[in-house]
């Protein structure tokens, strides 16, 4: 177990690049499986939810060659449609690997993927999906198996709720099939995007991707690719809330604008003095006011990785500002390690938080809950004045490539112990 030994209280200053989105390249990865050429990914992050795909892959019968920041993956050798247990509970995102299985082989089996503990989360709508696209499904305990037949005419499907992995999943399936395939109430994320743009170059034909209707026509056989992973939105929004909170003057490299349009909106109305221009977006020293109602919600609405990360953005801003995340139940349960640090929040129930600025945070001892919330921590222990500690910082590694290192650069003091 590694921990951060943080100390702060100090302005941070300089340039930060944003990384690859983790939330895209796991199912572009994922989309490997649909063919036996070879498939190269670049700007993949160096982060442990790409290692655990690799390993899931590889166990699958895949090569995988991992180099930098390019991952090179060839599934000729891809003969099992089992994935292996152990590996699929640590990641949650390895739901995506049953669409191009089931796609491959007409068959797939899964176990109940795993992942951070914020809330329910159902495959309900993935097997709804599937079962709409002609498959049927078998669950024995905690294994889905699922079975499809060779698909012969067109079809339409309605998702019970715009998921992104139940979306990629519906195109990846769709796309190993020679027929016309439209996904109604799509996600539309810039991730889904992504996706869709490596199955357009591999052959299948996508329209409507970035909308929440969207129609694809696959093929009976797909090629290799070349594709480039695109920056994470989550992480830029990180980044501009971290420096805010800092009251520092620093630079973001690899912005996307039109993916942070929430984001930047609610920056703007929080007071954040911010510009952006070729793809940088600086953040400057700033007086910070409360806005009040921060509410996640369906793309391209705020969304909910970002709620704890604004939550402690709140607790800088002058005034009461209520978060309500619905999507999540365990989302706001880093709560009481705020509270301990000194800010002043009520918990109203497990979906909203009412934080009342300006707080003054002190260091403590904490262990990182999940992903979103742990570094959500580090950015506390970065305004607070004195050391921090925060234990189980492989959660954090799965989401945020050497964010130590990187937060170094920009005048952080902060130290991995391993």
């Known amino acids: 177990m590694s921990r951060f030994i943080i100390e702060g209280g100090h302005p941070l200053n300089g340039e930060i690049e944003v990384a690859a989105n983790k939330n895209a390249v796991l199912p572009m990865?994922?989309?490997?499986?649909?063919?036996?050429?070879?498939?190269?990914?670049?700007?993949?992050?160096?982060?442990?939810?790409?290692?655990?795909?690799?390993?899931?892959?590889?166990?699958?019968?895949?090569?995988?060659?991992?180099?930098?920041?390019?991952?090179?993956?060839?599934?000729?050798?891809?003969?099992?449609?089992?994935?292996?247990?152990?590996?699929?509970?640590?990641?949650?995102?390895?739901?995506?690997?049953?669409?191009?299985l089931l796609a491959r082989f007409g068959r797939a089996n899964m176990h109940h993927p795993g992942g951070d503990a914020i809330g329910t989360r159902s495959i309900n709508t993935h097997m709804h999906a599937f079962r709409d696209m002609g498959a049927r499904f078998e669950v024995d305990d905690n294994l889905y198996s699922a079975f499809a037949p060779p698909v012969r005419c067109d079809r339409n499907i309605f998702l019970d709720e715009a998921s992104v992995t139940a979306t990629e999943n519906a195109l990846m399936f769709a796309?190993?099939?020679p027929v016309e395939t439209v996904i109604r109430n799509a996600a539309s994320e810039p991730h889904v995007e992504n996706l869709a743009a490596l199955l357009a170059d591999m052959g299948a034909h996508v329209d409507g991707a970035g909308s929440n209707v969207i129609c694809i026509r696959g093929r009976d056989r797909l090629s290799g690719v070349r594709g480039r992973v695109w920056p994470d939105h989550v992480e830029a929004g990180t980044f501009a809330a971290l420096a805010a909170a800092c009251q520092g003057t620093v630079s973001i490299k690899n912005v996307i604008p039109g993916h942070l349009d929430m984001v930047l909106l609610t920056l703007e109305r929080m007071g954040v003095d911010f510009s952006i221009a070729d793809g940088v977006m600086s953040v400057r020293p700033s007086e910070l006011r409360a806005m009040p109602k921060i509410q996640t919600g369906i793309w391209p609405a705020f969304p909910t990785d970002l709620a704890s990360i604004f939550l402690v953005l709140a607790t800088q801003a002058r005034g009461m500002t209520l978060l309500h995340d619905w999507m999540y139940e365990g989302r706001m349960f880093f709560v009481d390690k705020l509270v301990q640090m000194g800010a002043n929040i009520v918990l109203a129930d497990p979906h909203r938080a009412v934080i009342a600025g300006i707080s003054q945070l002190r260091g403590r001892e904490f262990v990182s809950p999940d992903i979103r919330a742990g570094i959500a921590l580090v950015m506390a222990a970065l305004i607070a004045s004195g050391p921090s500690q925060i234990d189980l910082i492989e959660?954090?590694?799965?989401?945020?490539?050497?964010?130590?290192?990187?937060?170094q650069g920009i005048g952080a003091e902060i130290q991995r112990i391993d």
């Open 175 to 177: 796309a190993l099939q």
């Open 29 to 100: 990865m994922a989309a490997a499986l649909l063919t036996d050429e070879d498939c190269f990914l670049d700007n993949v992050p160096a982060i442990a939810d790409v290692g655990a795909m690799v390993s899931i892959l590889a166990d699958l019968g895949a090569t995988v060659e991992h180099v930098d920041s390019q991952v090179k993956i060839n599934c000729a050798g891809v003969s099992s449609f089992h994935t292996p247990e152990n590996l699929v509970e640590r990641l949650r995102a390895s739901i995506v690997l049953m669409g191009p």
């Open 395 to 407: 959660l954090i590694d799965r989401g945020y490539e050497r964010i130590d290192v990187r937060l």
